[in-house]
């Protein structure tokens, strides 16, 4: 079994082994994964962080042993907060952006399969649980994001991807999808009862949840949806106030942390 690493601000991972095919998720810088399988010129992965499946082109991949896989999955690693930062070795400078990983950051470097470089940004907290203004704060942070099928980052990020990494950076792992996420937490039976933090679920006319954003307060929501925005939430849905119509349709709410 082959193991690696994300060595690039963003890698795609696609659902077909295509540079055409359907971008399914995004592999972040730090994110260690395990190689499924090889088809040609493409790796299908599985992320060690959240389980998910994607192709990369092989071009893109960075081996790492076994024991350095194994060690990745055992640790919590905090998360860049910075907008966009680099991580650097000698001449090499590497992009960062906010939510990628740090593998075994003590301060001043991070450790990469027996490799030090060298981060200086900021980085999030992995001691205690988050609070809703941490939350909060992080969530704000991707304000005017531009919204991207398959994205985790600030250049580009769909609903389900936000809230991962905004509960990922607070040390919380969610899984991929929004139809994933909506199985944890306990529900919140009011939208007048919700606090910041807890998690809006929207469905389809078939019933099937398509959209997730978190609450904020005075029943306002921040989701991905053309871009990272702030609407109004009520028994309804959310209300776009610049479109003056509803554009998604309540479902649950879920509270994940207490």
């Known amino acids: 079994?082959?193991?690696?690493?994300?060595?690039?601000?963003?890698?795609?991972?696609?659902?077909?082994?295509?540079?055409?095919?359907?971008?399914?998720?995004?592999?972040?810088?730090?994110?260690?994964?395990?190689?499924?399988?090889?088809?040609?010129?493409?790796?299908?992965?599985?992320?060690?962080?959240?389980?998910?499946?994607?192709w990369i082109d092989f071009k893109q991949h960075t081996p790492v042993t076994a024991e350095y896989y194994k060690e990745w999955r055992r640790a919590t690693h905090q998360r860049v907060t910075d907008f966009l930062q680099v991580v650097r070795k000698d001449e090499v400078r590497i992009p960062v952006s906010v939510g990628s990983y740090l593998p075994f950051y003590d301060g001043e470097r991070i450790r990469i399969n027996g490799e030090q470089f060298i981060y200086s940004g900021g980085a999030s907290s992995t001691e205690v649980l988050p609070t809703q203004e941490q939350l909060t704060q992080i969530a704000r942070s991707f304000l005017k994001a531009p919204y991207l099928w398959g994205g985790k980052s600030v250049f580009g990020i769909d609903c389900s991807g936000f809230m991962q990494q905004v509960y990922g950076m607070c040390g919380f792992q969610l899984p991929r999808d929004a139809s994933q996420q909506v199985a944890y937490g306990e529900e919140v039976h009011f939208v007048e009862q919700a606090h910041p933090g807890d998690l809006a679920f929207f469905s389809n006319a078939e019933g099937r949840i398509v959209h997730v954003g978190m609450m904020l307060e005075e029943q306002r929501i921040i989701h991905a949806h053309g871009e990272v925005r702030i609407d109004r939430l009520d028994h309804v849905g959310i209300y776009n106030s610049s479109q003056k119509k509803y554009s998604h349709q309540l479902r649950i709410i879920k509270r994940i942390l207490h």
Not at 18 to 23: F, G, H, N, P, V
Not at 37 to 50: M, P, R, Y
């Open 1 to 54: 079994m082959d193991y690696g690493i994300g060595m690039l601000s963003l890698v795609p991972m696609r659902a077909e082994t295509s540079d055409k095919a359907e971008l399914v998720t995004q592999l972040l810088f730090g994110e260690c994964y395990e190689v499924v399988t090889q088809e040609g010129n493409w790796l299908q992965l599985q992320l060690a962080s959240d389980g998910y499946r994607g």
